[in-house]
């Protein structure tokens, strides 16, 4: 095992960087090990089953370097695998460890931001269809309607490099005014993918300034740091010696320079095969 008691941090490709960034920021004192599965990305349009065997060949690959406790920071992965990895897989095969998500952690908040009770959801094709932020929010707030806009265009502009320029201003503008014909009464609007956060300039150029936009990192860490208060002996199974370690399935030349857009800092991946 590699991990030194790491926390685990898998998405299917860079996007996962931002909730990565907000979780280290919160909790630097702990090992991590993030994993980006880029050869396989993006999954937004994959089937749930093959989302769900990609998702857990990922997992499995974080806890065989030691890791017992991985946080799928991948809306889609949270969305189309989380619940058969808790219920199926872990309760089999690895009851001590654990896998986390970041739908639900970011559904028992949103709700309380909205003054108007309509809620608006960007995401994948994947995130949306899943209906799984719908389904979270009313379980918490029954009395909010969710409004869902899938975006596909979105996460290639930004694995491009494509998001800040002109030409993507289109792709972003279509989304949110389809999204706000849906509802006058919006006033919330949740970005369901990690990736979003890096066109938020953009996406704020194109809504009225009284609509609050919610990213998804610093509530996850929050939710994680709750997490392993309550859970003491995951935490006392951590180690603590700040190290942080990435690996990606893709070529690790391309990861470091898209990481880097994400981070602000520039890094040296690994193979997924190395040690």
Request: one cysteine or more.
């Amino acid at each position: 095992m590699q991990g030194n008691n790491a926390i685990g941090i898998f998405d299917s490709g860079f996007g996962g960087l931002t909730v990565f960034k907000a979780i280290a920021e919160k909790l630097p004192n702990y090992n991590y090990i993030y994993l980006g599965d880029n050869a396989r990305s993006p999954y937004g349009d994959h089937s749930f089953d093959t989302v769900y065997r990609y998702t857990l060949e990922c997992v499995e690959w974080l806890f065989e370097q030691g890791c017992p406790l991985v946080i799928l920071a991948c809306n889609t992965a949270s969305a189309k695998a989380l619940r058969n990895i808790q219920q199926l897989d872990l309760p089999k095969k690895y009851p001590n460890r654990r896998v986390l998500g970041v739908i639900r952690p970011t559904a028992e908040v949103v709700g309380e931001m909205s003054k108007t009770k309509a809620i608006g959801v960007l995401g994948t094709r994947g995130t949306i269809r899943s209906e799984s932020y719908l389904i979270e929010i009313n379980k918490f707030f029954p009395d909010v309607e969710v409004y869902q806009q899938s975006c596909p265009m979105w996460v290639p502009l930004v694995e491009n490099n494509e998001h800040e320029y002109p030409g993507a201003d289109y792709f972003v503008k279509k989304y949110i005014d389809e999204l706000m014909q849906q509802s006058p009464n919006i006033d919330t609007i949740l970005l369901a993918c990690t990736h979003y956060p890096l066109i938020l300039p953009k996406i704020k150029q194109f809504l009225p300034q009284e609509i609050t936009l919610v990213a998804q990192g610093d509530i996850v860490a929050s939710s994680l740091a709750d997490y392993l208060d309550r859970h003491q002996d995951i935490e006392k199974a951590l180690a603590k010696e700040a190290k942080q370690t990435f690996y990606t399935s893709g070529d690790t030349d391309i990861f470091n320079a898209q990481a880097s857009v994400f981070l602000g800092k520039k890094l040296n991946s690994k193979p997924m095969g190395s040690n």
